[in-house]
C-alpha cells in the first residue's frame, strides 16, 4: 500500500516564475491538505481539499491556489514566485469523519526560489 | 497558535528510554494528542496518538495524566536513528481539520 507520494522532490524555480507540485494521497484517503515548512520552523497549513473543494485555508495569500481532481489527487500552485517561497512543501492525506482518524505526510518537495 | 508546549532539545543515551513530556493544558473533552516525528526534515511520521487511555504500539508509548492536562510519549529503547525533531499536536480527530505544528523537541541519542 503506497504512502502518501509527491513530485517532484526537488525543483528549482527564478523569481517571479510559477511552480505546480503534486501529491498522491494513501490510498482510501479522499482529504488532501498542503503545508509548507521554513527550514529551522514546523510545518504552517496553507489549504485542505475535500471532494474537489478548498475547504479550510490558512494565512496564505491567493498566490496559492490548488485543485483535487475526482480520484483525490492535488495540486499546488504558486504564482509569481518569491524568493520567501523557498521551502519543503508537505502534502497530507486522511479519511475524512472517520473517528481517530490520522493525518499521513509525503516526503514533500523541495522547492528553491533564486 | 500551537495548544503545546514542549521542551526546546533533550538527549538520551542510546539504548535508554527516551521520555517527551508535554503540556496541554487547554485541551478540550474531544481532542486527542498525537504525535508526530520529523527526521532530516523528511515528512513528518506519525507515531501515536491517543483520548484519555494510555496507547503502545510498535514504535512508542503514549501516557496522558488523568487531567489530560499533559502526555509523555516514550520510546523504550532509543536508537540513533530515533534523533528527530517530535511534535505533540492536539486536534479533533473525526474531523480531518489542519494540524497546527508548534516548534517541537529536538531529542538527540547520543551513542
Known amino acids: 500500500d503506497a504512502g502518501v507520494t509527491q513530485s517532484p522532490t526537488h525543483l528549482i524555480k527564478t523569481r517571479g516564475q510559477q511552480v505546480t507540485l503534486r501529491c498522491s494521497p494513501k490510498?482510501?484517503?479522499?482529504?488532501v491538505s498542503w503545508y509548507q515548512q521554513a527550514l529551522g520552523q514546523g510545518p504552517q497549513f496553507i489549504f485542505q481539499y475535500y471532494e474537489e473543494e478548498e475547504r479550510q485555508r490558512g494565512n496564505f495569500p491567493d498566490r496559492f491556489s490548488g485543485h483535487q481532481f475526482p480520484n483525490y489527487s492535488s495540486e499546488l500552485n504558486v504564482n509569481a514566485l518569491l524568493l520567501g517561497d523557498s521551502a519543503l512543501y508537505l502534502c497530507a492525506s486522511s479519511r475524512d469523519r472517520v473517528i481517530g482518524n490520522t493525518i499521513y505526510f509525503g516526503e514533500g518537495s523541495w522547492l528553491t526560489v533564486v | 497558535d500551537a495548544k503545546t508546549t514542549q521542551p526546546t532539545s533533550m538527549d538520551c543515551a542510546e539504548g535508554r528510554a527516551a521520555n517527551l513530556p508535554c503540556n496541554h493544558s487547554?485541551?478540550?473533552?474531544?481532542?486527542?494528542v498525537y504525535w508526530y516525528r520529523q527526521i532530516h526534515s523528511q515528512g513528518p511520521q506519525y507515531i501515536i496518538h491517543?483520548?484519555?487511555n494510555n496507547e503502545t504500539n510498535e514504535m512508542a508509548s503514549l501516557i496522558i495524566t488523568e487531567d489530560r492536562k499533559s502526555s509523555t510519549l516514550i520510546l523504550p529503547h532509543a536508537t540513533l536513528r530515533d534523533t528527530a525533531v517530535y511534535y505533540c499536536?492536539?486536534?479533533?480527530?473525526?474531523?480531518?481539520?489542519?494540524?497546527?505544528f508548534g516548534q517541537g523537541t529536538r531529542l538527540t541519542i547520543n551513542p
Open positions: 491517543g483520548l484519555k
Open positions: 499536536i492536539v486536534r479533533v480527530a473525526g474531523l480531518a481539520q489542519k494540524l497546527v
Open positions: 487547554t485541551i478540550s473533552g474531544n481532542e486527542y
Open positions: 490510498s482510501g484517503h479522499d482529504t
